[in-house]
């Protein structure tokens, strides 16, 4: 039988990535999404087909929502406030966004007995130096002061209440924790790495690497995100946990500047810029983040493995084109 998904921020770049996935499979497909940081040209393509629809407006909003997630069968929550620079920039809004909104859906799905998928983040693991980082593992912040944190915050608030609804109410939920995921449609403007340097290299311009690019990062095709989210979502053993989703490869950031510029043959010179400039004063970076694929690969016998060169040469490829 069909099904029809609700997929919160579904006009954002992992959204709309999940959005054409479910569409291809035959699914039926409902987005909500304020294009606050998504795009509209994400899901144009999909507006003619009479299994989507996509309705503008706020997850904040309770009425819409109580009406989306009664029509629905299982939600994949995906809105939120994204990105480190954004949420620096933007704190208190994220902070509703992130916490009030999750809060809000998860309600709902109780309220309706409906599954849900929410979107968590490796940025909860916090200053950890080892690596494969597991999900049980401890969580290391740094001071309320430093708004970079409340992004993890948030989110670990979010895994909290998911898991508090699963055992106090028996909501069916899992919580999936991405992280660094890169692919076509991925804006730069919010301080993503990958995009941003591909841009930069495609326009000769300097390749500018935060901080002294020692810190390292893998990096996930979001293909195999959103292939990882459609198995967790029929996986009766994932409810209940959280799980990582994310590719192996490390690589520092400094690393991956020198990359992209030979995979574009860009003439950019690689300047680095300290974080202080960007961010502001007190800022902190994590300098590595590896996740542990075990627990993903026994509960749904996949893990992320698109290669990271091709993962790079497909997102230089999308940007290319709308250069
Ligand atoms: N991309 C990554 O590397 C990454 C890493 C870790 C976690 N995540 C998580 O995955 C999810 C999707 O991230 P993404 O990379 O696609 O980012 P994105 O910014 O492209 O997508 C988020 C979407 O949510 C929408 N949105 C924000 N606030 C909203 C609100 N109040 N009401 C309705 N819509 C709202 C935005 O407009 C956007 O389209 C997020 O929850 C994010 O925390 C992403």
């Keep these: 039988m069909r099904m029809n998904i609700l997929v919160t921020g579904g006009a954002g770049f992992i959204g709309s990535h999940l959005c ?21 040209e994400n ?40 990105g480190v620079k954004y949420v620096v920039e933007n704190p208190l809004a994220s902070i509703e966004t992130n916490i009030c909104g999750t809060e809000i859906v998860l309600n709902l799905a109780n309220k309706h007995k409906k599954k849900i998928l929410i979107a968590s983040t ?22 309320p002061t430093t708004m970079r944190w409340s992004y993890a915050a948030s989110k670990l608030i979010d895994e909290f209440t998911a898991l508090a609804y699963h055992r106090t109410k028996k ?12 692919g076509p449609r991925q804006t730069g403007i919010y301080g993503m790495v990958v995009p941003r340097f591909i841009q930069q290299a495609l326009r000769d311009e300097p390749i500018s690497v935060f901080g002294d690019g020692q810190q390292t990062r893998t990096f996930t095709y979001v293909g195999d995100v959103v292939e990882s989210i459609c198995r967790l979502m029929e996986c009766e053993k994932a409810i209940g946990e959280v799980i990582n989703i994310g590719g192996t490869e490390e690589i520092s ?3 991956l500047a020198k990359r992209i510029k ?10 680095y810029i300290p974080y202080e400039q960007v961010y502001g004063k007190n800022f902190e970076d994590m300098m590595r983040r590896v996740p542990s694929s ?3 690969n026994h509960l749904i016998d996949f893990v ?20």
């Design 20 to 40: 054409d996935y479910l569409i291809s499979k035959g699914e039926y497909v409902s987005v909500i999404d304020d294009l606050s940081t998504g795009f509209f």
């Design 43 to 82: 899901i144009v393509h999909l507006q003619d087909n009479s299994r989507f629809q996509y309705i503008n407006d706020t997850i904040l909003n309770k009425d819409r929502m109580n009406s989306l997630v009664q029509q629905c069968d299982a939600i994949v929550h995906l809105a939120a406030a994204v």
């Design 122 to 143: 490796s940025e909860v693991y916090g200053k950890h130096m080892h690596a494969p980082l597991k999900e049980d593992d401890n969580l290391i912040y740094g001071p």
């Design 171 to 182: 909501l069916k939920v899992a919580v999936f924790r991405c992280f660094n995921t890169i």
């Design 253 to 255: 950031i400094s690393e």
């Design 262 to 271: 030979s995979l574009v043959g860009s003439n950019s010179e690689i300047i």
């Design 294 to 296: 075990e627990k993903l």
């Design 304 to 323: 992320p493995q698109t290669p990271f060169d091709t993962i790079l040469e497909k997102t230089a490829e999308y940007f290319r084109s709308i250069i």
